[in-house]
């Protein structure tokens, strides 16, 4: 890479919706810079025009023209940057397990048919040779798989009496009795929510939960050091950064004050993106690819992934929250 490819980053020409870099970028009156596709999306699902980073509110929708600048800057740092890797390097990956499999295969085949020790007269430097090549491929594609980390659990310790787990605690909702549970310092005693089961310290992760056709949820992150004992004020200030659903079409945001959202489509799986780093935590509804969402702060300590199914009273919330897999190809 020339010596201006190494000034510059990814970041510098990422779409805060996609997260991606820029395709036929423009810019909105503010001066942020989006995917056209993106931004017009984004408009599209709202009833009100504005930025999705400063919040700055159009009374007209702007008329986008793609930055031909912007648009030729990014094309040359894709060039430099070897654009389109990402892809042709989790096909490398799939090729070579596919590779590893088909010899595992075989080898068990001929484990079966024959006692191990027959294998003598095989040349010992291909099965030193195979061994290292299979290592290396693992290392090689969990070295690309681990800058976005998967949560894909919650965490089965303390949670409150009402809480009913299933399928390796991928799905939680509110039970209609209460269970005989000791009332540990890490338990909630008052609120039906439950923490995921790793802490995020570092880097970007992301999640996503089937909301269905609950009518109340709360998604998103808490610290680690949250009060959890008595009435909770769900704030940003005291640790929780969340989305909530309530009455079925009421979606809001706990800032301070809360911040309402109209959501034109309503989401039935909704995606969670943290970037620790730079402390942000993105919400998107994942089938019809729309942002919802960016909370900016700074995080001082780790943070969890939060789920509330909230209780049942109405009758109509007997639904649970379900962590589903995330396709990783896409």
């Given at each position: 890479m020339s010596l201006y490819g190494n000034l510059l980053s990814s970041d510098q020409f990422q779409c805060s919706i996609c997260l991606d870099i820029f395709n036929n970028p423009s810019s909105t009156p503010c001066g942020h810079s989006f995917c056209v596709?993106?931004?017009?999306?984004?408009?599209?699902?709202?009833?009100?025009?504005?930025?999705?980073?400063?919040?700055?509110?159009?009374?007209?929708?702007?008329?986008?023209?793609?930055?031909?600048?912007?648009?030729?800057?990014?094309?040359?740092?894709?060039?430099?940057?070897?654009?389109?890797?990402?892809?042709?390097?989790?096909?490398?990956?799939?090729?070579?397990?596919?590779?590893?499999?088909?010899?595992?295969?075989?080898?068990?085949?001929?484990?079966?048919?024959?006692?191990?020790?027959?294998?003598?007269?095989?040349?010992?430097?291909?099965?030193?040779?195979?061994?290292?090549?299979?290592?290396?491929?693992?290392?090689?594609?969990?070295?690309?798989?681990?800058?976005?980390?998967?949560?894909?659990?919650?965490?089965?310790?303390?949670?409150?009496?009402?809480?009913?787990?299933?399928?390796?605690?991928?799905?939680?909702?509110?039970?209609?009795?209460?269970?005989?549970?000791?009332?540990?310092?890490?338990?909630?005693?008052?609120?039906?929510?439950?923490?995921?089961?790793?802490?995020?310290?570092?880097?970007r992760h992301y999640w996503e939960v089937q909301v269905g056709g609950k009518t109340d949820w709360d998604l998103g992150v808490a610290r680690q050091s949250i009060n959890r004992k008595g009435k909770i004020d769900v704030t940003p200030n005291n640790g929780y950064w969340f989305l909530s659903l309530r009455d079925k079409n009421k979606y809001a945001f706990r800032t301070e004050p809360s911040t309402d959202v109209h959501l034109n489509l309503r989401p039935n799986k909704i995606g969670v993106f943290v970037d620790f780093d730079r402390g942000q935590v993105s919400f998107y509804n994942v089938d019809a690819k729309i942002h919802i969402y960016t909370f900016n702060d700074t995080f001082t300590e780790c943070i969890f992934p939060f789920f509330s199914p909230c209780t049942n009273r109405s009758g109509k919330n007997d639904g649970p929250l379900v962590i589903t897999p995330v396709d990783v190809s896409e």
């Open positions: 596709t993106c931004i017009n999306q984004y408009w599209d699902g709202a009833k009100v025009c504005q930025c999705p980073l400063c919040k700055r509110t159009f009374q007209k929708r702007p008329d986008l023209q793609i930055n031909r600048t912007l648009r030729e800057i990014t094309e040359q740092f894709r060039s430099m940057s070897g654009g389109g890797m990402e892809s042709k390097t989790q096909e490398m990956i799939q090729q070579r397990l596919v590779k590893i499999e088909d010899i595992r295969s075989s080898v068990s085949q001929l484990e079966v048919c024959q006692p191990r020790a027959r294998f003598a007269f095989l040349d010992p430097f291909r099965w030193r040779e195979l061994s290292v090549w299979m290592r290396r491929v693992q290392e090689f594609a969990g070295r690309v798989t681990k800058r976005c980390r998967i949560h894909a659990g919650l965490h089965a310790a303390p949670h409150p009496s009402r809480l009913t787990w299933l399928f390796c605690f991928v799905q939680v909702w509110c039970g209609d009795r209460h269970q005989l549970l000791p009332d540990n310092v890490e338990r909630f005693d008052r609120v039906v929510c439950v923490l995921g089961r790793e802490a995020i310290t570092s880097g």
